[in-house]
């Protein structure tokens, strides 16, 4: 049985757009599974007493419907996989007044000694632990449902392909961290590698000529329905890194973007992501085919997919 977390959209929480950032989603997300874990009767702070930590080790998002300031939305964190080294949840968020879901996604974690940082196994090192998440893994497959929220938990387990961000259509921009981008552990919270892909993003789209302000010129929207981050290494508090961003490939009215972020200094690999952008037609035009309305940009996408 899923832990159904309830929140009130704020209003810090919306964009220019006036729906809520997609970064704020892969929060409730989190506000989900801190409550699923009150809920089973060992929080976080518990866990972190006894020497755990349970970092996000890979987070997905498919977006359905726009969410706005002052909805109410439940948000139902499930375990989909357990084996008590990592663990995998799903999430669905779900409009209170009308039903309709507004967004699904999955989080992938994995159990660490919290000085070593380590990997360790729950049955061997905390073996009743181990058995309140076990208990509460095989209670939430006791439903027998493979439906979409599943199916983005099997992609979480998914390696990123690799890409070649030395094109010269690969774009790069450089972020020194902020401390309100931490978290208590002092290192960058896993959200916030969301919206450093929108940084390189927003730099893409100036590149190739698709900024939000010439896609209403065109009318057009180009919205992001999908979203995926590993987090290869953690960042600190005034580390600079350099977030990379390039065309991955173009399918129909889907514009696919992958990114990779640096440690400016070192060089070594933080995080691989990639995003999803479904062209509309402004006018709501269900008809509307982005290679026959707008044949050149089309072409010119497929050609910096193909670098």
Same mark, same amino acid.
């Given at each position: 049985?899923?832990?159904?977390?309830?929140?009130?959209?704020?209003?810090?929480?919306?964009?220019?757009?006036?729906?809520?950032?997609?970064?704020?989603?892969?929060?409730?997300?989190?506000?989900?599974?801190?409550?699923?874990?009150?809920?089973m009767?060992?929080?976080?702070?518990?866990?972190?007493?006894?020497?755990?930590?349970?970092?996000?080790?890979?987070?997905?998002a498919?977006?359905?419907?726009?969410?706005?300031?002052?909805?109410?939305?439940?948000?139902?964190?499930?375990?989909?996989?357990?084996?008590?080294?990592?663990?995998?949840?799903?999430?669905?968020?779900?409009?209170?007044?009308?039903?309709?879901?507004?967004?699904?996604?999955?989080?992938?974690?994995?159990?660490?000694?919290?000085?070593?940082?380590?990997?360790?196994?729950?049955?061997?090192?905390?073996?009743?632990?181990?058995?309140?998440?076990?208990?509460?893994?095989?209670?939430?497959?006791?439903?027998?449902?493979?439906?979409?929220? %599943?199916?983005?938990?099997?992609?979480?387990?998914?390696?990123?392909?690799?890409?070649?961000?030395?094109?010269?259509?690969?774009?790069?921009?450089?972020?020194?961290?902020?401390v309100?981008?931490?978290?208590?552990?002092? %290192?960058?919270h896993?959200?916030?590698?969301?919206?450093?892909?929108?940084?390189?993003?927003t730099?893409?789209?100036?590149?190739?000529?698709?900024t939000?302000?010439?896609?209403?010129?065109?009318?057009?929207?180009?919205?992001?329905?999908?979203?995926?981050?590993?987090?290869?290494?953690?960042?600190?508090?005034?580390?600079?890194?350099?977030?990379?961003?390039? %065309?991955?490939?173009?399918?129909?009215?889907?514009?696919?973007?992958?990114?990779?972020?640096?440690?400016?200094?070192?060089?070594?690999l933080?995080?691989?992501?990639?995003?999803?952008?479904?062209? %509309?037609?402004?006018?709501?035009?269900?008809?509307?085919?982005?290679?026959?309305?707008?044949?050149?940009?089309?072409?010119?996408?497929?050609?910096?997919?193909?670098?």
């Amino acid at each position: 049985m899923a832990s159904n977390w309830k929140h009130l959209v704020q209003y810090y929480e919306t964009d220019l757009a006036g729906i809520v950032h997609h970064s704020n989603y892969v929060r409730w997300f989190e506000e989900a599974r801190t409550w699923m874990m009150s809920d089973m009767g060992y929080d976080y702070a518990k866990m972190e007493a006894d020497g755990v930590l349970v970092p996000v080790l890979a987070i997905t998002a498919q977006y359905k419907r726009m969410t706005r300031f002052g909805e109410t939305v439940t948000i139902a964190a499930k375990v989909e996989q357990f084996n008590g080294v990592t663990m995998t949840l799903s999430y669905e968020v779900t409009d209170v007044a009308t039903g309709k879901v507004k967004a699904i996604g999955s989080s992938m974690h994995a159990f660490l000694d919290k000085e070593s940082y380590r990997p360790i196994a729950l049955k061997r090192s905390l073996p009743a632990v181990h058995d309140i998440f076990a208990a509460r893994f095989e209670t939430d497959q006791t439903d027998g449902k493979d439906g979409d929220s %599943i199916k983005s938990t099997r992609r979480a387990r998914q390696s990123i392909p690799e890409f070649d961000f030395t094109t010269p259509s690969s774009v790069s921009t450089l972020h020194k961290v902020q401390v309100y981008e931490t978290d208590q552990m002092a %290192i960058v919270h896993h959200s916030n590698f969301i919206r450093l892909f929108e940084e390189a993003r927003t730099e893409l789209m100036a590149h190739i000529g698709f900024t939000e302000k010439e896609q209403a010129e065109l009318g057009v929207l180009a919205a992001l329905v999908k979203l995926r981050a590993d987090y290869k290494t953690m960042i600190r508090f005034g580390e600079s890194v350099t977030i990379q961003a390039k %065309i991955s490939g173009v399918e129909g009215n889907q514009i696919h973007i992958a990114y990779q972020i640096l440690d400016l200094a070192s060089g070594e690999l933080r995080s691989v992501g990639q995003t999803t952008l479904q062209a %509309i037609d402004l006018g709501g035009d269900r008809s509307f085919k982005l290679a026959d309305a707008l044949p050149d940009l089309y072409a010119k996408l497929e050609a910096l997919a193909a670098e």
